[in-house]
């Protein structure tokens, strides 16, 4: 098995350029030309809509001039002139709403497929790597990232690229008209100002990073707390999380105090270098008037380009700023498309096929730290229809092994086969389809009862939904239900009792159809009332299925084929219920201990002791 990094979630090396070479893709999708026709048609608008905005200073300064002539037409020319000078305003802002009209379609598909492949990258993404990440950051990262291509793509497409346009025509204008002199001011002013915003914008980034991390981390620690809600009601640590949610919001503060105070000087600079820059193209053209040169409708053209770039220049700071946020934005969420896949098809992976559900694992070695084996020489056979079950103490391997058969990790060495077919030569999908697993921690979405039972084959019908309910002992309880299958089983199915979480979740599993089954200490968490009733139900969706029971209470093992005892990723004993007592060894001696432990217990609920003792002694079993 390849070494993974200690923390997967630590930023690359990719710029900004790579970040934009990232995003090119969407905005000029394969396979769709009328999406880049649509870009080339924004595009013309986009030209035409500056080209139009550059000559309308142009006719008010001739109505400028008209009207400070004695000579010419006082009433005729100028109006027509002031009458084009309106139409080419309107035309030039509805070419602008025209170019963001076409373009819409272009810019929220763009969107809508990075998110979504972004999606579905996270989910083919292995355990390892959710269980070294923080949900809440995830969570973040994609919905600031597609958030900032948005704003990337509404404010450079159609505000810096464009300014910088009308800044090219404009000191083409002003050198036709007036001579170099003017458009080199007029340049000039434009570079300091960029630069200016460059240079001081890139020292203030460290903040807005230090910002993005602290809100992160807020962001995390808040949905982590509210999702364990009940515990922290239980330790009475309601002070201690706020004081760690605090704790994130006081650095997220102290990192926006200190880009609010740089702003201010980014502000201050920028304003200085466009007045001075207006200043001297002023002091120019009236010195131009003075000299005869230049009339007063050259001044006001002047005042009025200067104006004009002075507009989107001065909001320009601004959107440089958000721009840099934006593609920092954007490199987290396609830096979590970069993360390499652990776990991938081969390139002749084929589908599963399905004979008998007959389940090996031939010499199986495992760990996921080289430091620390899990599993050692692991060797067993599932034959079709039968049930294994796996025992043995917290950390022996159990678990490991049904992650291993799910494939959520490679083996390191040995394999691990379906009906003679390496897990690691046949498809995912194909593969998980034929697996039904019910966990000990069974863990429901906030939806209905229906939506959580229909999780296992969304396209089952309602007939069939109900059908899996009744077989999972749980239609009845339902149907008491004011709602009855719409019912909401609120966040992480806490509006359920364990017993009712269990149920569904064995109904969910026999609503999917599988051949294999994993149970995963399904019945470690609950009341031995509730225990025996999803024992029943558990032998009854097991008939006939090929299935694999991993246990930490011996009495809901005894009925199976074959025990495996587990001890530091060690198969140390094998055989049936009765073999294993035979053996008098270790299996023997848990077997013990848990039946005193039961019976301690059952003597304390007769005597009415309290339950902190009675649950003691049920820690006492396991």
Known sequence: MKPQPDNPQ????????????????????????????????????????????????????QAVDSLTDPAGGLIVLPVALLITYGLTRVLAQAFGEFRDAVFSRVAQRAIRLAGLKTFRHLHRLSLRFHLGRKTGGISRAVERGTKGIEFLLRFMLFNVIPTMLEIILVCGVLWYLYGITFALVTFSTMCIYIIWTLVITEKRLKYRRVMNETDSEAHTRAVDSLLNFETVKYFGNEEHEANRFDQALRGYEAAAVKSGVSLAGLNIGQGFIISSGVTISMLLAGKGIVDGTMTIGDFVLVNSYLIQLFLPLNFLGFVYREIKRSLTDMDAMFELIDQEEEIRDSENAKSLSIKGGEVVFEKVRFQYDVRRPILKDISFRVAPGRNIALVGPSGSGKSTISRLLYRFYDVAEGRITIDGQDIRDITQSSLRAAIGMVPQDTVL??????????????????????????????????????????????????????????????????????????FDEATSALDSETEQGILSSLREVSENHTTLTIAHRLSTVI??????????GEVVERGSHDQLLGLNSRYSDMWQRQRQAAKARETLAKAGEPEDLILAAIKSAD
């Open 445 to 518: 979405f906030n939806d209905t009862i229906y939506y959580n039972i229909a999780y296992g084959r969304p396209d089952a019908t309602p007939s069939e939904v109900e059908e899996a309910a009744r077989l999972a002992k749980i239609h009845d309880f339902i149907m008491t239900l004011p709602d009855k299958y719409q019912s909401k089983v609120g966040e992480r199915g806490l509006k359920l009792s364990g017993g009712e979480k269990q149920r569904v979740a064995i109904a969910r599993t026999i609503l999917k159809r599988p051949h294999i089954l994993i």
């Open 10 to 61: 630590e930023p690359g090396t990719r710029n900004d350029l790579q970040t934009l070479h990232t995003l090119l893709p969407y905005l000029w999708p394969h396979g769709e030309p009328a999406l880049k026709f649509r870009v080339l048609i924004a595009m013309l608008f986009l030209t035409v809509a500056k080209a139009t905005n550059v000559a309308v200073p142009i006719f008010y300064k």
């Open 559 to 568: 009925d199976a084929d074959e025990i495996l005892v587990l001890e530091s």
